[in-house]
């Protein structure tokens, strides 16, 4: 179909006309089951009211002023936020490339600070954070770098979930100033570290006066079943960054910074225009507000749960499922072999979800699936696996 969008994203054949919690009805009143939420954002699902009510109140009121002045919804997000994740200070930004950049910034200060010019930090291979050059410079996946270079300098890249890597390229590099990782890497397949890597991470960052820095921006927002995927370790980092399901739609991102990383950026070190503004920030507070009155975030786990042991009872004699991994509602389901294509047979059966690293099926549900939602969930992806992996050559099979 003609269209004069740039051909950044290979989308598919669909449109989607309207939303209601978990439901997506596309242009001919087909109804769907988003188990996706538009990538981790629309976390309490479509068209909540209480997100409705806050944006069309403050649009009759006010969406603009810049941050030239002082805005009171956003102290008042900023305070919320300082709140749930134990951090001290916020800048708020409208994406999570912006968010990841603020953090990069704090980095490069902190270490010009402590009188090292050529600051560099610390990154994994597999993480993802985002598409401007210095954040795509920090993601560690070559195609989404191709093309691209002089990438950003100043990145020294260690593989995932290994912290002797970690020790090694301190010993090496005498300019790290940083470490920046995701809890657990989103894009890069679910991938779900140790359960002492984060607090390992954080002892090597205070023994050596680094910054830790996590990007919390698709784990974040209760996703896992705690506010930030960090609280599951009970550690605190120096700089975390938000940004996907913290306006559940409405784009604002923000960098959080505690300690010796709160005020490395002062006046004229850094801005945004829209970062911020009215309109974004009562979203982001009504999302707040909902989480907490619903009490949506102890859910997450017991719903990420029922929706793993499901499919493991479902495929439990499927030869082709590699693990079923998740924490909370961040779902990974990895097959020995490519499976795309059960996105588009999954959109026929009038479900929504998504596979990434080619061969692991990613599930991000609302926080407000139900239990008849995550039943018709399973039953239809188990289902749709079950046909898809019938299709393979079959497998030897030991057992019998
Ligand atoms: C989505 C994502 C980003 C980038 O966010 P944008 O809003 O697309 O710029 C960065 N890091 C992680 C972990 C993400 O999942």
């Not at 597999?126 to 770098?145: E, M, V, W």
């Not at 590099?173 to 940083?178: D, G, L, Y």
């Not at 499901?310 to 082709?320: D, E, F, I, K």
Request: proline share 4%; charged share 20%.
């Amino acid at each position: 179909m003609a269209s004069h969008i740039m051909p950044t994203y290979g989308r598919l054949e669909i449109t989607f006309d309207r939303g209601e919690g978990a439901w997506l009805w596309d242009e001919n009143g087909k109804q769907y089951l988003d188990a996706l939420s538009g990538i981790a954002v629309c976390g309490l699902g479509h068209a909540h009211p209480a997100v409705h009510e806050a944006i069309c109140k403050q649009s009759g009121k006010l969406l603009h002023t810049s941050n030239i002045y002082r805005i009171a919804v956003q102290e008042q997000l900023a305070d919320w936020l300082i709140d749930l994740s134990g951090m001290t200070n916020v800048f708020f930004c409208n994406s999570g490339a912006e968010a990841n950049e603020a953090a990069i910034k704090i980095a490069r200060k902190y270490g010009h600070e402590r009188g090292i010019d050529k600051p560099a930090i610390i990154v994994a291979d597999k993480s993802f954070h985002g598409r401007t050059l210095a954040t795509l410079s920090a993601t560690g996946n070559p195609k989404i770098q191709k093309g691209f270079e002089p990438l950003v300098e100043g990145f020294i890249r260690v593989p995932y979930d290994n912290m002797a890597a970690i020790t090694d390229a301190i010993r090496q590099h005498p300019n790290i100033v940083a470490i920046l990782v995701e809890p657990i890497q989103g894009e890069g397949g679910i991938n779900i570290p140790a359960s002492d890597y984060l607090s390992n991470i954080r002892k090597a960052c205070d023994q050596h006066n680094l910054l830790m820095m996590l990007d919390e921006i698709q784990s974040g927002m209760g996703r896992t079943g705690k506010f930030l995927a960090y609280q599951h370790n009970g550690i605190l980092p120096d700089v975390c960054t938000l940004a996907k399901a913290l306006g559940n739609g409405v784009p604002i991102g923000a960098c959080l910074a505690s300690g010796k990383a709160a005020t490395v950026l002062t006046a004229g070190n850094h801005g945004s225009t829209f970062g911020g503004n009215p309109l974004a920030c009562s979203a982001a507070l009504a999302v707040l507000e909902t989480l907490d009155k619903d009490s949506l975030i102890a859910t997450a786990e017991t719903k990420g749960e029922a929706i793993c042991s499901g499919l493991a009872g479902l495929l439990r004699n499927n030869p082709h499922i590699v693990e079923i991994r998740h924490k909370g509602l961040m779902i990974g389901i990895e097959l020995d072999a490519p499976c795309t294509e059960l996105v588009k047979m999954a959109l026929v059966n009038g479900l929504l979800i998504n596979v990434t690293q080619e061969k692991v099926i990613r599930l991000l549900p609302p926080l407000i699936i139900d239990d008849s939602q995550i039943k018709l969930l399973v039953d239809t992806l188990g289902m749709l696996i079950m046909q898809f992996t019938g299709q393979f050559s079959p497998v030897s099979d030991h057992a019998a």
